[in-house]
C-alpha cells in the first residue's frame, strides 16, 4: 500500500524538505517539512505556499502523487480565506465563474461566505486595520496555479489577509492540530483511517 501523510503546515513553512532557496539575507535557515515529518520516501504531493496554512499531503507513491497534484485530474482543493472587506454579491460571481488572471481566465469555482473559523493562532498574527473590516469565504478550485487564490481574490478587489487550505479531495484537515500530521489510508475516494500522529 502507498503511503500517505496529511501535514496541517504552519505559517513560514516551506514545502519541502530542504531550503534549496537559500537562506542569505534572511538571517537565517527557513522552516521546511523536515522540521516537521520525518518519514523517509515520502514527497508533497502539489504544494502550499510558505505564507499559507493547512492541509499539504505527502506519499511515496508517484502516480497518487500526480492524480493529487496535476490540474488534468481536476481534484477539488478547499480553502477558507479572510479577505479585507467584505465581498459583495457581484465579486463572489465572479469567482464562481472564473476570473481571468495575467496567465489566463480560471476555472468555474465554488464559493461562499462564511462565518470566521475557529482555527489555531497564526504565528505572525495577521495584521489587522481599523478602518478596513475583514470577512471569510470558502473557495473551492479544480486548479492550482501559482498563488491562484490569492490573485483571484484581488482581481476581484478583495486582497486575501489568510489563506488556509482545509480539504483536497475526500482528505481534509478535520481536527489535526497545527504542525501535525497523521498517516492515513491511501484510498482514491479520500476516506482515512488514522495509523499514526506526531507533532
Given amino acids: ?38 518519514v523517509p520516501g515520502v514527497y508533497p504531493a502539489g504544494r502550499l505556499d510558505r505564507d499559507s496554512e493547512g492541509l ?11 492524480r493529487i497534484s496535476s490540474p488534468r485530474h481536476k481534484m477539488p482543493k478547499t480553502y477558507l480565506v479572510q479577505v479585507e472587506d467584505e465581498p459583495d454579491a457581484a465579486a463572489l460571481t465572479a469567482l464562481a465563474r472564473g476570473v481571468t488572471l495575467n496567465d489566463g481566465p480560471t476555472r468555474p469555482a465554488t464559493v461562499r461566505r462564511i462565518e470566521a473559523p475557529k482555527l489555531w ?27 491562484q487564490v490569492r490573485r483571484m481574490t484581488a ?11 482545509w480539504r ?21 475516494s479520500g476516506s482515512t483511517n488514522a495509523t499514526k500522529r506526531r507533532a
Fill in 1 to 38: 500500500m502507498p503511503r500517505l501523510i496529511l501535514f496541517n503546515k504552519p505559517y513560514g513553512v516551506l514545502s519541502q524538505f530542504t531550503d534549496r532557496g537559500g537562506a542569505e539575507g534572511t538571517g537565517g535557515a527557513r522552516a521546511t517539512l523536515s522540521d516537521y515529518i520525518d
Fill in 56 to 66: 499539504l499531503i505527502l506519499t511515496d507513491d508517484g502516480a497518487l502523487q500526480a
Fill in 121 to 147: 493562532d497564526r504565528d505572525p498574527p495577521v495584521r489587522y486595520r481599523k478602518s478596513v473590516a475583514d470577512s471569510w469565504i470558502e473557495l473551492t478550485i479544480t486548479e492550482g496555479r501559482n498563488r
Fill in 155 to 165: 482581481a476581484v478587489g478583495y486582497p486575501t489577509l489568510r489563506l488556509v487550505r
Fill in 168 to 188: 483536497i479531495g475526500g482528505w481534509e484537515i478535520g481536527d489535526l492540530a497545527l504542525g501535525e500530521w497523521r498517516e492515513v489510508a491511501s484510498q482514491e
